[in-house]
């Protein structure tokens, strides 16, 4: 069985400050680990996915995750925000046994100030 | 290329009527993905198709829905009768097939089902 828990339901920062939005797994088998954003009024798009290979891992718009194996955590950070970052994301985790349902988290929203 | 596409983008119907969504997932992708987010809750996976097979059927909440997807190609979800709890955000995703899983599902902007 696989879960995935992100920490906080809402995280508001300033803009040009740093974003750390929190996420822990759990899996039984080596997983796979996804970001997606959902903007408002838009579809689920991919930040950055993690499947074995490097454990820091780059995405679009300046995001980025770190893979912490002995932490079960998977991170999403960005050195700086911006106002068009402003959206909910949602950590997933897929555990590659052949059976390919994404278990998602409960979304974090992102509130950025100007 | 075209995403994955979905149609209608929002279905507002009374309880017990009959709804049906559609999916045409990006051209040449085998695996072919329902999930739902229920108000206040998590998305969470419906099923998956393999071309025109059920690969996985756990997440269907009940008989009240059907999913087909005849020929390999869209897919519809067919909610019959529908109830007050069906209300919420339903996706679809596609990815290409993978032989060892952790492949990317690509999704498309949803169907937002009212019940009333």
């Known amino acids: 069985a696989q879960s995935v828990t992100q920490l906080d339901s809402h995280v508001s920062v300033s803009e040009g400050t740093p974003v750390l939005l929190r996420c822990n797994y759990s899996?039984?088998?080596?997983?796979?680990l996804f970001w997606y954003v959902q903007h408002p009024n838009k579809g689920l798009q991919l930040l950055l996915k993690?499947?074995?290979?490097?454990?820091l891992v780059k995405g679009i718009n300046g995001f980025e995750a770190e893979f912490k194996k002995s932490e079960t955590s998977f991170h999403l950070t960005k050195p700086s925000a911006h106002m068009s970052d402003a959206a909910e994301y949602f950590c997933v985790v897929s555990d590659r046994t052949g059976r390919r349902a994404l278990t998602f988290g409960s979304g974090t929203r992102l509130q950025v100030q100007p | 290329e075209a995403g994955v596409t979905q149609f209608p983008s929002h279905s507002v119907i009374e309880k017990g009527q009959t709804v049906t969504l559609r999916c045409d997932p990006i051209s040449g992708h085998d695996n072919l993905y329902w999930y739902r987010r229920v108000m206040g809750k998590e998305i969470k996976f419906l099923l998956h198709?393999?071309?025109?097979?059920?690969?996985?059927e756990s997440g269907m909440p009940n008989n009240r829905f059907l999913a087909e997807r005849t020929g390999g190609t869209y897919s519809t979800l067919k909610v019959q009768p529908a109830e007050l709890e069906d209300s919420g955000v339903y996706f679809c995703a596609s990815s290409p097939y993978l032989p060892g899983g952790g492949d990317t599902q690509y999704f498309g902007p949803g169907t937002r089902l009212t019940v009333l």
């Open positions: 198709f393999v071309k025109e097979s059920k690969q996985d």
């Open positions: 899996s039984s088998y080596s997983p796979s």
């Open positions: 993690y499947t074995s290979a490097a454990t």
